[in-house]
């Protein structure tokens, strides 16, 4: 496993073929991902958690916020990627199992919005190597654009990206007593108690 990143700002936009062995190794047919790459690298994939990784998914901002507790005062993450209007932070394997617990004993553990905790026998839809080029607008669409309330409406859900792409074979990882550790500083920075259970049971498989 590779050192902590904290001297380095581990902010890869894109997946390197080091990254993809990576992400790859996850699944029971790491050369079939890797074909599927190979033929399309802007697809999306679904590997199983567990055994390379845990996820752990946070609301977009409390997630960012995590993650920024993590490169400002922490260690610094591993891989993170933004999907469906969350934050999937890539941890150890196991974490998504303590991570709960050690919420439960924290006092600010409750302050934190619902997590949701992706372990063995769970899966997730990781972002594509590559995120999809959205081409040239077509002749005139400046003419015809809608007006801007309009198009704020109107506008698709943003593609799955990587935040912090893998980019080596073995990244770091935080593991469980890390993120906790993150988590209720975020939600002490907060100070917003929104009540309910902060960690819920996630389904097996990631909304994508």
Request: glycine content about 10%; hydrophobic content about 45%; proline content about 15%.
């Amino acid at each position: 496993m590779s050192r902590p990143p904290q001297d380095s700002l581990h902010t890869a936009a894109f997946v390197t073929p080091a990254g993809a062995d990576w992400l790859a190794s996850a699944s029971a047919s790491p050369r079939g991902v890797q074909a599927l790459w190979a033929q399309s690298p802007t697809a999306a994939v679904t590997l199983p958690c567990g055994t390379a990784f845990d996820v752990i998914s946070m609301d977009a901002l409390f997630g960012r916020q995590v993650v920024s507790r993590l490169w400002s005062d922490g260690p610094g993450t591993g891989p993170v990627a933004a999907q469906a209007g969350r934050v999937m932070l890539f941890a150890v394997p196991g974490a998504a199992q303590r991570l709960p617990a050690l919420l439960g004993w924290e006092e600010w553990g409750a302050a934190a919005p619902p997590l949701l905790c992706y372990g063995r026998g769970d899966a997730v839809t990781v972002p594509p190597l590559f995120p999809p080029d959205p081409g040239p607008p077509p002749p005139g669409a400046a003419e015809h654009a809608a007006p801007e309330s309009t198009a704020r409406e109107s506008a698709p859900a943003p593609s799955p990206r990587w935040l912090v792409a893998p980019d080596v074979r073995a990244p770091w990882l935080p593991g469980p007593e890390v993120l906790l550790w993150a988590c209720v500083r975020a939600a002490r920075a907060t100070g917003d108690n929104l009540g309910g259970t902060a960690v819920t049971s996630a389904p097996a498989m990631f909304p994508g």
